[in-house]
């Protein structure tokens, strides 16, 4: 195949030696031999390949033929060490799939806000006080300590409904309970799906909107209504197929039959990056199904405290406001108060908008220690590749002295080393999307080893992005300074010097391969 950059070179060959020939044949024409001619016409026209170098320098695309050069005599260089080049890559790419890895969950429980419209809106309902309420004789719920507070999220429904009256037209507050499992069965197919009861108006507070058919509304939250669910998208696929038709049809949970009121749109997958909830079953609807006290059911005792409560705020109602309106009207909620009233929990609001609070916290600490760790693996990895591109300069200086002594400058040396660098950084990089997908499963159950969820993260574009942002970093890190000590030999010295040695030895005292 004939490239345009053959036919330029094979142009510029003729170009020269037809030159050379109208030099020789001047002198020639002088009255010198052809020999002595042919001498004076090439010392008068110059190193032909200086003048090559100027003339490709001079073209349009001349920094394309230069990198085409560059990235030719990289891969010669790299296959004639192929075990110490196969070792630098590999280390590269665990290091850097590793650290994509770490970095994804990071942006997906730390950073990342939940799929919602606008999700500053959102806020979690938590309340702190100095123990476990007097008012509550069962809870389920999260605890956690904080400067001597006990901060939990477990509210009674009555204390639900009170917030919701006392904000109405202010803010929207809505209830779930925890996950759990649940026996289901659907078009003759059983299996064991993950069961979140929610209140009616628990979607609409989200403004999460339907792919098919209809969400669950208050008149669907009421002992006497008839039993609807609605199921994520990844349940709609994995468990019942993808069926266009699905709305309608009848979900068997835990031996009693629903209708599916409606599939949730893709986007939402919970709320919080661990949530594995499946399938959405309206409050009174799931503990009506349970076993009641004396004819009374978990929501119709106010001292069982088991409802987690989320809410959007409207309009311009700030946090402070509804953090100090919800705790006037708290202690209405009960009807037994505390003996001592430093006992009384008050209310505390945090940010909604990544999802629950007490998640995160709970995997901050595993993430953090996972992404000290990667991290560290990175910095030695690029330690180690740094000292072996020093070691490798260093057994290259006659070759650097040469092209020194026949004109090359420094700064195409450097570009000639950092092209190098770069493509075991490509090759490293390439290789870590392949130990990025299979770390994210491995870190993320890691994380949630002892939690009831765990982190679905995706791989797309932004891990994509992420894994060129570390090769690059990766790239800066043992790249630079080798080419830049590398391309600093002095030719003539190291010349001069080379007969029998290894190489040129500096006299200076601080050696830069020792530092790496």
Same mark, same amino acid.
């Given at each position: 195949?004939?490239?345009?950059? !053959?036919?330029?070179?094979?142009?510029?060959?003729?170009?020269?030696? #037809?030159?050379?020939?109208?030099?020789?044949?001047?002198?020639?024409?002088?009255?010198?031999?052809?020999?002595?001619?042919?001498?004076? +016409? !090439?010392? *008068?026209?110059?190193?032909? *390949?200086?003048?090559?170098?100027?003339?490709?320098?001079?073209r349009r695309f001349a920094w394309a033929n230069g990198l085409r050069q560059d990235i030719v005599f990289g891969c010669r260089m790299m296959r004639r060490t192929p075990v110490v080049t196969a070792a630098a890559v590999l280390s590269l790419a665990l290091a850097i799939g590793a650290s994509t890895a770490i970095v994804s969950i990071m942006d997906v429980v730390m950073w990342h806000d939940l799929p919602l419209p606008d999700p500053q809106q959102i806020v979690n309902v938590n309340w702190r006080g100095h123990g476990f309420p007097e008012m509550a004789d069962s809870a389920s719920g999260s605890a956690d300590r904080d400067q001597g507070w006990y901060v939990a999220d477990f509210f009674s429904y009555n204390g639900f409904q009170v917030f919701q009256q006392?904000? +109405?037209?202010?803010?929207?507050?809505? +209830?779930? +309970?925890? *996950?759990?499992?649940?026996?289901?069965?659907?078009?003759?197919e059983a299996g064991i799906a993950h069961e979140r009861l929610v209140s009616g108006n628990f979607f609409s507070t989200l403004k999460i909107k339907p792919?098919?058919?209809?969400?669950l509304s208050n008149m669907d939250d009421r002992y006497a209504a008839a039993p609807a669910v609605c199921v994520s998208h990844a349940y709609w696929v994995k468990a019942l197929h993808s069926a266009p038709q699905a709305t309608g049809k009848t979900l068997t949970i835990n031996n009693r039959e629903y209708t599916i009121a409606g599939v949730l749109e893709r986007s939402f997958s919970g709320?919080?990056?661990? #949530?594995?909830?499946?399938?959405?079953?309206?409050?009174?609807?799931?503990?009506?199904?349970? #076993?009641?006290?004396?004819?009374?059911?978990?929501?119709?005792?106010?001292?069982?405290?088991?409802?987690?409560?989320?809410?959007?705020?409207?309009? #311009?109602?700030?946090?402070?406001?509804?953090?100090?309106?919800?705790?006037?009207?708290?202690?209405?909620?009960?009807?037994?108060?505390?003996?001592?009233?430093?006992?009384?929990?008050?209310?505390?609001l945090n940010e909604g908008r990544r999802g629950l609070g007490f998640l995160r916290e709970n995997f901050r600490n595993p993430l953090l220690v996972l992404g000290g760790l990667v991290g560290l693996l990175l910095l030695i990895a690029c330690t180690n590749i740094a000292n072996l591109l020093l070691s490798r300069g260093a057994a290259r200086q006659r070759e650097v002295a040469t092209r020194i002594s026949l004109g090359c400058g420094r700064a195409r040396l450097m570009r000639q080393f950092l092209t190098e660098s770069a493509l075991l950084a490509l090759f490293g990089g390439i290789g870590s999307i392949a130990v990025a997908y299979v770390t994210q499963g491995l870190f993320a159950q890691f994380v949630t080893s002892h939690r009831s969820g765990r982190i679905a993260v995706g791989f797309g574009?932004?891990?994509?992005?992420?894994?060129?942002?570390?090769?690059?970093?990766a790239l800066a890190i043992f790249g630079i300074f080798p080419a830049w000590r590398a391309s600093a030999v002095p030719s003539a010295e190291t010349l001069k010097n080379w007969g029998g040695s290894?190489?040129?030895?500096?006299?200076?005292?601080?050696?830069?391969g020792r530092a790496c």
């Open positions: 195949m004939n490239f345009s950059w !053959k036919r330029a070179e094979s142009e510029l060959d003729r170009e020269i030696a #037809d030159h050379l020939r109208q030099l020789t044949a001047e002198y020639e024409r002088q009255g010198y031999a052809p020999e002595e001619a042919k001498r004076l +016409a !090439k010392r *008068e026209f110059g190193g032909g *390949e200086q003048i090559k170098e100027r003339c490709r320098d001079e006392r904000l +109405a037209g202010k803010a929207s507050v809505a +209830a779930f +309970a925890h *996950e759990q499992d649940a026996s289901v069965s659907f078009s003759g792919e098919m058919g209809r969400l709320l919080f990056p661990g #949530d594995l909830s499946e399938i959405y079953v309206p409050l009174h609807q799931g503990f009506s199904a349970g #076993d009641s006290i004396k004819g009374k059911t978990p929501l119709d005792d106010e001292r069982n405290w088991g409802l987690q409560l989320i809410a959007r705020r409207e309009g #311009d109602f700030s946090e402070r406001q509804m953090q100090a309106t919800m705790d006037t009207v708290f202690p209405s909620s009960w009807s037994r108060q505390p003996k001592d009233a430093a006992n009384t929990p008050h209310v505390l574009a932004e891990a994509l992005a992420i894994i060129l942002a570390t090769t690059l970093l290894v190489g040129y030895r500096s006299r200076r005292r601080w050696n830069s």
